[in-house]
Each structure stands twice: as structure tokens, then as C-alpha cells.
């Protein structure tokens, strides 16, 4: 379940990866932050989520809607991908919680 | 005297405090409804004049929704509302996969429930019935 939740994060790391290419030559600061975002990156690039289809399916329970997906997000990662993400983000937030 | 400046310090103390709260009576009482059973997660204040035609949505705003979640979609209107806030929400393939609005019965639902199963982005996308003006808050929240 946990390992789920950590694999799901690929999702939203290309999100913040995008948000913060625009400042990434800025300062040196910005540039630390995008070389460590995409370190990251690289530990999830073998990540693979797939998806199964199925329309979502409502249902009306006391006047009040009720909307169960039926499509499915499936991570697979393997035990030595796990490990790299647990080892380059705690790498990463021990120097930015040194550096604070 | 002492005394007297402890409580003034106080009384600044506790107004600074209550200024960082939300002032927003519509936003506070919407998720006070929402349910005992409902964790607060994220407001969305709308607030939309008349549009000149009807169409898309006109209120976007992105969220990322996690999977084996009950999330809940609350919509509450203001009391100058014409019109009523109504929600639906698109996944990242831009497939509808709630609608707090039936077109087919015209019902409007005040909240949804939605069992995510699939993790991403999705976006949600509030409007006022008929394209009316209207003022209101949609309330999220996760169902515990």
C-alpha cells in the first residue's frame, strides 16, 4: 500500500519537475533544486503505472450521489527500485534539511 | 498594571490569531456540512457574473486525486446566487467521470461521493446552472 503511494508520486514529479524548469538557471539555489528533482526522476524512470479501463458506475444512496470508479492505476515497481527512490530522497532531504 | 499589559498582549495575541483564519462565513459553514465523516482537504471560492453564451465551464482547477480514496465534492451557493454551483470533473484523458448534475433529470446534487481507484491529475470544473451569475464555494474532502 505504501510502496503503492511512493510509486504514485512519478505522477506529480513531472508536474514539479515542469513547474520549476523555468527557474532552473535563476540561481544556484533553483539549479541544486532541478538536479535533485531530476535524480529522482531518474530513480522512477523504470517505474511503469498502468491502467485498466471501465466506466464509472453511480449510484443514488439516500439522495446523495455516489460515483465508484471502476478504472484502475497499478504500479509496478520492483524491492531494488524502491530502494534507490528511499535512498536518493533521503540523500536529497539530508542536505536540504542540513542546509536550513 | 502589569497585569493589565499581559491581557492587552493577549487580546492582540488572540486577534492576530483570528485574523489568519478564514473570514469567508460561506466557506466555513460548507465545510462544517460537510460531515462528521469528512476531512477538509481544499476550497475552491467561486464567484461568476452572467455568461454571454452557454458552454464550457468556466472555473478550472486542477487536483491530484489518490486511489483507494473516498473523496467528497461539496457545493454550496450564496443566498444572491440566480444560479446554482454545479461540478464535474475530467480525468487526465479528458473523460468525464462525475457530474454533480443530472441533464437528464435536471437534479442537482449539493455533494458527491467519488471512490477514486485511479491515481493522477484531474480537473474540475465548476459553473453556475445555466451559465448564471452566481457566488459560491466547492468544498473537498476526504471521506474517512
Not at chain 1, 39 to 50: A, F, L, Q
Not at chain 2, 16 to 44: E, H, I, R, W
Not at chain 2, 53 to 73: C, D, H, I, V
Not at chain 2, 87 to 107: M, R
Request: aromatic content about 8%.
Amino acid at each position: 500500500m505504501l510502496k503503492d503511494r511512493i510509486g504514485e508520486q512519478k505522477i506529480i514529479l513531472n508536474d514539479l519537475i515542469m513547474l520549476a524548469s523555468p527557474y532552473c538557471s535563476h540561481d544556484t539555489e533553483f539549479n541544486a533544486l532541478c538536479r535533485s528533482l531530476q535524480e529522482i526522476k531518474d530513480k522512477y524512470r523504470d517505474v511503469r503505472i498502468t491502467y485498466t479501463l471501465g466506466d464509472p458506475v453511480s449510484v443514488e444512496i439516500n439522495g446523495a450521489l455516489v460515483i465508484q470508479q471502476t478504472e484502475k492505476s497499478i504500479v509496478e515497481m520492483s524491492d531494488e527500485q524502491l530502494e534507490g527512490i528511499i535512498e536518493v530522497t533521503r540523500s536529497i532531504r539530508d542536505k536540504l534539511v542540513i542546509n536550513n | 498594571m502589569k497585569k493589565y499589559l499581559t491581557v492587552l498582549l493577549l487580546l492582540l495575541v488572540a486577534g492576530f490569531m483570528a485574523k489568519g483564519q478564514t473570514t469567508d462565513p460561506l466557506v466555513s459553514n460548507c465545510v462544517m456540512n460537510a460531515g462528521t465523516d469528512a476531512k477538509y482537504l481544499k476550497d475552491f471560492r467561486v464567484q461568476l457574473g452572467k455568461a454571454a453564451a452557454a458552454g464550457e465551464p468556466r472555473y478550472k482547477a486542477q487536483m491530484s486525486l489518490w486511489k483507494n480514496t473516498k473523496y467528497r465534492f461539496s457545493m454550496c451557493n450564496s443566498e444572491d446566487s440566480n444560479g446554482k454551483l454545479i461540478l464535474s470533473i475530467k480525468d487526465n484523458s479528458n473523460k468525464i467521470v462525475l457530474s454533480s448534475f443530472d441533464q437528464k433529470t435536471g437534479k442537482i446534487y449539493p455533494y458527491v461521493d467519488f471512490v477514486c481507484n485511479r491515481s493522477g491529475i484531474y480537473q474540475l470544473h465548476y459553473d453556475f446552472t445555466g451559465g448564471n451569475q452566481g457566488s459560491g464555494v466547492g468544498v473537498v474532502s476526504m471521506v474517512k
